[in-house]
C-alpha cells in the first residue's frame, strides 16, 4: 500500500454552535463544534449525561443504522451523525470534538448544506500534522442479494464516487448521481435533502420514528394513489395547509434542488457513513442502492483491508549496506545508558519528526539468562526501553555541551503483536506526536523486524537536563 501524497490534517478554527431538533426524537439539540489535536479524528461528548462520555465517529462503534446511522460507546449514544460526518469529510476537517446535549444530531433542512456553512464561516486550521491517505489494494466488494445492494472500491488516484438508485417507482425512476472529487461535495452534494415515500409516513409515525420531522427537511415522493383524507391527516400531522400533491409526484412542500437530488443525497449519506471508516482513503466507490446498513457493512471491510495493508506503508526501510547516521560512539554521547541497558546500536535516519534507529538482538543479552531460559525471547518491558531510548535520540537537544536524562511519564496503548528472539534485528520507528513543550515529549513508537510488526505504543517522556559535575 502507497501513500497517495501527504497533506496536512485540519481542525476547526473556531467553535461553531448549531441548534435545531432531531428528526426521530424530536429532542431540540445543541452542538459545539470544537477545534481537537492532531491524529485525534471526530468525537461526539454526551455533555448532558453524568461524566460526560464520548464516543468516536467510527465504524467499530456504530450499534443502529435504521433510517440512520447511530454510534454508542460506554453510554455515549449519537444518532443520525451522518449529514454532519459528510460535511465534515467535504470541509477535509479531519479533528474535531463535538459536545452535544442530546442524543441526535439536529436535522436542520435534512441535507448537509447548514453544517458546511457553518464550518465555512468559521474556517478550518491547518495542524502541524500529516495526513496520510491509503490506498485500496485491490477491488473490495459488497453484495446483499435480499436487498439488491451492491458496492464496490476500485483503486484510484483520487476520491470519487458514483451511486445508482432504483426503488421500482414510477416518480422516481432510476436515478444516477457522481462526485468526482471530494472539492465538489461542497456545491453539487451538500445541500441534496433526505428523501422518503408518502406511504412510508404513516408507519415512520407510528413508530416513533419522524417526531422531529416536518415536510420542510424532506422531499416526499408520492408514487401510489392516496386519499384525500391521508393528505389531510399529514397535513395536521405537519399543522400544514393546502398541502398537494405535484405533476410530477412529488409533495408540494418544497421544490427539488437538482433533478436527481434524491440520488445526490443517497450519495451524501455514503460520504458521511464512509467517513466512519476512521482512515483517509483514495478509491472509485460504486453503490448501487445504498443504504445506512450496506454502508457501514461495506465500511467495515474497507477499514479491515486498510489495517491489514497500512503496516506495510509504515515499514521504514532499512539497507545494512548503508552507514549509519549516528554510530554507537555518538549513541553514547548523547544517551547515559550503558551495558547492559544501553538499547540502541545506531541510527539510520533522523528528521526533526522522526527517528529510525536499529537494535541487533543477540543470545549473549544478560536478560535471557533468566527470562524464558532455553526459550530465549526479549522481553516487552525492554523493547518498549528501546523505543524510549531510540526517542531519547530524537527529542535530546544536539550540538550542545549540556547533558539530559529521560524519564517515563506514561505508556498508552502498548500492543506486542510477536515475540522477538535472539537474531531478531529490531527497527526502532519513533514519531513525534505533538511539539515538545516543557521538557514532555509525546511519541508513537513502533518496532519491526522485517516488514513485520512486532510491537507497537504510545510513549510520553519529560526531558531533564542533568546538573553539571
Known amino acids: 500500500m502507497n501513500s497517495n501524497g501527504q497533506t496536512f490534517q485540519h481542525t476547526i478554527k473556531e467553535e461553531i454552535s448549531i441548534s435545531g431538533a432531531g428528526i426521530h426524537t424530536g429532542q431540540s439539540v445543541t452542538m459545539v463544534l470544537k477545534p481537537a489535536a492532531p491524529n485525534t479524528g471526530i468525537n461526539f461528548k454526551r455533555v448532558d449525561l453524568a461524566g460526560q462520555p464520548a464516543v468516536k465517529a467510527d465504524v467499530d462503534f456504530v450499534v443502529e443504522t435504521n433510517r440512520s446511522t447511530t454510534i454508542e460507546n460506554k453510554g455515549a449514544r449519537v444518532s443520525t451523525i451522518e449529514h454532519l460526518m459528510a460535511a465534515l469529510t467535504g ?3 479531519d479533528n474535531a470534538l463535538i459536545e452535544i446535549d442530546g442524543e441526535e444530531v439536529p436535522i436542520l433542512d435534512g441535507s448537509a448544506q447548514p453544517f458546511v456553512e457553518a464550518l465555512q464561516k468559521a474556517g478550518t486550521q491547518k495542524q502541524d500534522a500529516a495526513k496520510v491517505y491509503y490506498n485500496i489494494e485491490h477491488n473490495i466488494t459488497f453484495v446483499d442479494e435480499e436487498k439488491k445492494v451492491e458496492m464496490v472500491a476500485l483503486p484510484y488516484t483520487q476520491y470519487r464516487i458514483n451511486t445508482l438508485i432504483d426503488f421500482n417507482s414510477p416518480v422516481l ?33 407510528a413508530n416513533n420514528l419522524i417526531k422531529g420531522g416536518d415536510i420542510n427537511n424532506a422531499i416526499v415522493v408520492v408514487d401510489k394513489e392516496v386519499s384525500a383524507t391521508q393528505v389531510e391527516k399529514i397535513s395536521k400531522i405537519f399543522n400544514k395547509s393546502d398541502v398537494q400533491i405535484n405533476s410530477e409526484g412529488i409533495l408540494n412542500n418544497l421544490e427539488l434542488r437538482f433533478p436527481n437530488e434524491p440520488a445526490r443525497h443517497k450519495l451524501l449519506d455514503v460520504v458521511g457513513d464512509l467517513a466512519l471508516v476512521g482512515f483517509p ?32 506503508l509504515e515499514v521504514p526501510k532499512y539497507d545494512p549496506n548503508q552507514p549509519p547516521l549516528i554510530d554507537i560512539q555518538e549513541i553514547e554521547k548523547i544517551l547515559p545508558h550503558r551495558y547492559p541497558f544501553l538499547m540502541v546500536d545506531k541510527v539510520m535516519e533522523l528528521t526533526d519528526k522522526v527517528v529510525v534507529a536499529i537494535k541487533n538482538v543477540t543470545s549473549n543479552e544478560p536478560h535471557f539468562q533468566g527470562h524464558f531460559p532455553n526459550n530465549s525471547v526479549m522481553p516487552g518491558v525492554l523493547q518498549v526501553e528501546a523505543l524510549a531510548q531510540a526517542g531519547g535520540l530524537l ?25 522477538v528472539v535472539p537474531g531478531d534485528t529490531l527497527i526502532l520507528r519513533m514519531e513525534l506526536l505533538n511539539p515538545i513543550r516543557r521538557g514532555i515529549v509525546e511519541m508513537r513508537g513502533t518496532i519491526f523486524v522485517g516488514d ?7 510513549l510520553v517522556a519529560q526531558i531533564v537536563k542533568r546538573p553539571k559535575e
Open 395 to 419: 527529542a535530546i537537544p544536539r550540538n550542545t555541551e549540556d547533558k539530559y536524562d529521560t524519564y517515563f511519564l506514561k505508556i498508552d496503548n502498548c500492543k506486542f503483536k510477536q515475540k
Open 281 to 312: 482513503f483514495k478509491a472509485h466507490i460504486i453503490a448501487n442502492r445504498p443504504g445506512h446498513a450496506s454502508n457501514v457493512k461495506f465500511a467495515k471491510k474497507i477499514k479491515e483491508h486498510i489495517k491489514k495493508y497500512k503496516n506495510k
Open 452 to 458: 513485520k510488526l512486532v510491537t507497537e505504543a504510545t
Open 91 to 93: 470541509m477535509q476537517v
Open 173 to 205: 425512476g432510476t436515478q444516477h448521481a457522481a462526485l468526482k472529487n471530494i472539492s465538489d461535495f461542497n456545491n453539487q452534494i451538500a445541500p441534496c435533502r433526505t428523501f422518503c415515500f408518502f406511504h412510508e409516513l404513516e408507519w415512520l409515525l
